[in-house]
């Protein structure tokens, strides 16, 4: 017999909570007892939801990100990594810095939340590969959120449009249009 619908309410409800707790007192502090208390929620409705803290912080910040990659076209390379690199800076500037702090120093100490993180930025790096061979796609998911983030979190600059075109005009081209490594 199953059991009563998911409330999505609730969902946002404990993401919000997740995603506050992990910006006012860090990965390592954040634990599904204070989600719960936060979000008003009983702690066996997240653990239904999320096998542990890992997967929940992982859904909550999917959740913000709220969007999937644009379909880059084919047959465009400069106008499919444009596209794809503003969108990608867009997703990025929209994350608060102590939340980006948080992630990282979460994913240097818990394995699964690192897992969970490469999972959802290699989907979004698998993208490229409808306009990139593999290499192609692989460097772009090396270079532009790391180039993307150093800007935002270390120089405090903005990632707009002249900087995403430096990057993908001086920076990726260039790269790929070079012959690929023997």
């Known amino acids: 017999m199953p059991g009563r ?69 084919a047959g465009d390379l400069r106008g499919a990594l444009l596209e794809t690199a503003n969108w990608l800076a867009r997703e990025i500037a929209e994350q608060e810095v102590g939340l980006l702090g948080a992630l990282f120093a979460g994913m240097r100490g818990d394995p699964d939340l690192a897992a969970a993180m490469r999972r959802i930025l290699h989907r979004d790096q698998a993208a490229m590969t409808r306009v990139l061979d593999p290499r192609g796609a692989a460097l772009f998911g090396e270079i532009v959120p790391a180039l993307l983030v150093h800007r935002l979190v270390v120089t405090g600059e903005p990632c707009d449009e002249p900087f995403v075109e430096h990057i993908v005009d001086d920076i990726l081209l260039p790269l790929l249009e070079e012959d690929p490594p023997r």
């Open 5 to 73: 619908p998911r409330d999505a309410g609730r969902d946002v409800a404990i993401f919000d909570a997740t995603l506050k707790l992990l910006i006012d007192v860090g990965y390592d502090r954040t634990s599904i007892e204070a989600v719960a208390a936060a979000a008003g929620a009983g702690k066996a409705t997240i653990y239904r939801r999320y096998p542990g803290k890992a997967a929940l912080v992982a859904a909550a910040v999917d959740h913000r990100s709220g969007g999937t990659p644009p379909e880059p076209s």
